[in-house]
C-alpha cells in the first residue's frame, strides 16, 4: 500500500502506520506483523495513560489525605529552597581539602608554540651573507613538572582544611535541626490558627443567638437599649477578629507552601489528651551542659577557631623561603634561518628552585597582624555563641515549664467558665441576668479555650526548641508527635 493512499479502515490505518514507519528507519519495505505492532502499541499508549492517571491521583492523594509531621518535613526536605541551597553549598564544601591538597602535588604543564619569523640582513661583515631575507616557522614544545619540596603556607592550609570541612558539616548539621524546627512551627502554626479560627466562628455564632434573643426582648421591652447596643457591638468585634482569624490562618498555610512549593496541603489536629510530660532530665544544668558538647553552632565555630588559627600560620608562611623541584623537556623545531637550514634541538634540563623572600612592602607582616586579630575575633564569637545557646536552652527549659502550669491552671478555668456560662444562661431564663452578662461570659469562655489550646501548642513548640538549641534534635521527635495527631 502506498503511503498516500487513504486508509478506508481501521485495518488499513494500522497498515500506513507500520509501513511509514518501515519506511523512515529501514529506508525499505519491511513485512511486519500489524496485528502485534498494532496491539503495542495500543498496549503502550494504555500503560502510559494509567501512569499518568496513577501520577495525578498520588498527587490528589498528597492533598486530600491530612500530612503529619514526617510528610511535611520530607517535603520540605526536598523542595524548601532554603534547605537546598544549604546542602548545595555543603557539597561544594566537600571540595575544600582537595583544593588544599592540590598545592601539595605536582603541577604538569605543555606549552605549544608556533611562531613565523622574517629575518632581513641590513649589514654584515660576511661577504656571503652581505644582503637577504628570509621567512620560516618555528615550533616550540615545553613540557614542565613542578614538584613543591617545602611550602610552609600550603602545607598550614592543608592542615586548615580539615578544620574547616569539620566546620562545614557542623554547620550543615544546624541547618537539617533548623529544618525539622521550622517544619514543626510551621505545622502548629496552621494547627494554632485553625483552632483560633473556628473558636472564633463559635464565638461569632453564639454572640448571633445572643443578639437575635436579645432583639425579641427588646422588642417584647424587657430589656433597654443600651444592652442591645453592648451585644451588638460584641457581635461585630467578634466577627472583626473571625476575618483577622481567616487571614493569619491564610498566611500560616501560605509559609508552609513556601516551605514545601505548592499549598492546600491538609493537615491533622492535635489530640487534646496527648501527655505532657516535664523535660527529662528535669535539670536545666543538664540541659546547658548537653549544649556545650552537641550544639552544632559551637561545634562550628570552635572550628572557625581553629580555622582563623590555621590561616595565620598560613600568612606567617610570606616569611618562609619556598623550593621546588623543575623538570623541563623543550623541543624546538625551526625549518629555516637567515644564515644556513633549519635545525631540530631537543633539551631537557632538571633544577632545584629556592625562593626567599627579602621585602614585599611589608604586606606579610600586615596579613599576619590581620590574620592574629581576626583568630581572636573568632574566640570572642565563640564565647558569644555560648552564652546566647545557654540562653536559649534556659529560655526553651522553662517555656516549657511554663506550659506545663499554664495548661493545668487553663484546663480548670475553661471546666470553672463552662459552669459560669450555664449558670449565666440560666439566670437569664429566669430574669436574674441580661444578656450583656451572659455575652461576657461567653467570650470568656471561647477565649479561656483558645488560650488553652494555644498553651499545649506552646509546650510543643517549646520542647523542640529545647531540643534544638541542645543540639539533640531530630525525626524522630516529630515521630513521636505524629502518635498524637489525628
Known sequence: MAIMDLPSGPRQVQECACAWL?????????????????????????FLAAAARA?????????????????????????????????LKHEADQEIRTLARARLLPEISLDAQYSQTRQ???????????????????RTYTLTLKQPLFNWASWQGFKKSTAELRAADAEFAGVRLDLVLRAAEGYFKVLRARDDVASLKSEQETLAKTLAYSEQRFKAGVTNVADL?????????????????????????????????????????????????????????????????????????????????????????????????IARHNYRKTDGTLFGGGSEVATSDIAVSLNLPLYRGGATSA???????????????????????????????????????????????????????????????????????????????????RDLAQARY????????????????SVKDLQAINTWLR
Open 367 to 449: 596579613s599576619v597582624r590581620q590574620a592574629v586579630k581576626l583568630h581572636d575575633k573568632a574566640r570572642e564569637d565563640l564565647v558569644q555563641k555560648q552564652r546566647e545557646v545557654q540562653r536559649a536552652v534556659r529560655k526553651a527549659f522553662e517555656g516549657m515549664r511554663t506550659a506545663l502550669i499554664r495548661i493545668e491552671a487553663l484546663a480548670e478555668g475553661v471546666a470553672a467558665q463552662e459552669v459560669v456560662v450555664e449558670g449565666r444562661r440560666r439566670g437569664l431564663r429566669s430574669g436574674v441576668y441580661n444578656q450583656v452578662v451572659l455575652a461576657e461570659a461567653e467570650q470568656d469562655l471561647e477565649a479561656a479555650r
Open 458 to 473: 506552646d509546650y510543643l513548640v517549646e520542647s523542640l526548641r529545647l531540643k534544638r538549641a541542645a543540639g539533640l534534635l
Open 55 to 87: 501520577e495525578g491521583d498520588l498527587y490528589s492523594r498528597l492533598r486530600a489525605e491530612p500530612q503529619d509531621l514526617t510528610a511535611l518535613y520530607e517535603a520540605a526536605a526536598e523542595q524548601d529552597p532554603e534547605y537546598r541551597a544549604a546542602a
Open 120 to 138: 632581513e640582513i641590513l649589514s654584515a661583515d660576511n661577504t656571503v651573507f652581505a644582503s637577504g631575507t628570509s621567512t620560516f616557522p618555528t
Open 229 to 325: 447596643n453592648d451585644v451588638k457591638a460584641r457581635h461585630a468585634l467578634a466577627r472583626a477578629s473571625l476575618v483577622e482569624g481567616v487571614a493569619e490562618l491564610d498566611d500560616a498555610r501560605q509559609q508552609l507552601a513556601q516551605m514545601v512549593g505548592w499549598g492546600g496541603m491538609r493537615l491533622m489536629r492535635l489530640d487534646p489528651h496527648m501527655p505532657l510530660p516535664k523535660p527529662d532530665p528535669n535539670d536545666v544544668a543538664v540541659w546547658v551542659d548537653r549544649a556545650m558538647h552537641n550544639s552544632p553552632e559551637i561545634v562550628a565555630l570552635a572550628a572557625r577557631v581553629e580555622v582563623a588559627g590555621k590561616e595565620a600560620r598560613v600568612q606567617q608562611g610570606g616569611h618562609f623561603p619556598t623550593l621546588d623541584l
Open 22 to 46: 518501515a519506511n523512515v528507519f529501514w529506508g525499505h519495505q519491511v513485512k511486519v506483523d500489524y496485528r502485534f505492532v498494532a496491539g503495542t502499541l495500543v498496549g503502550a499508549s494504555l
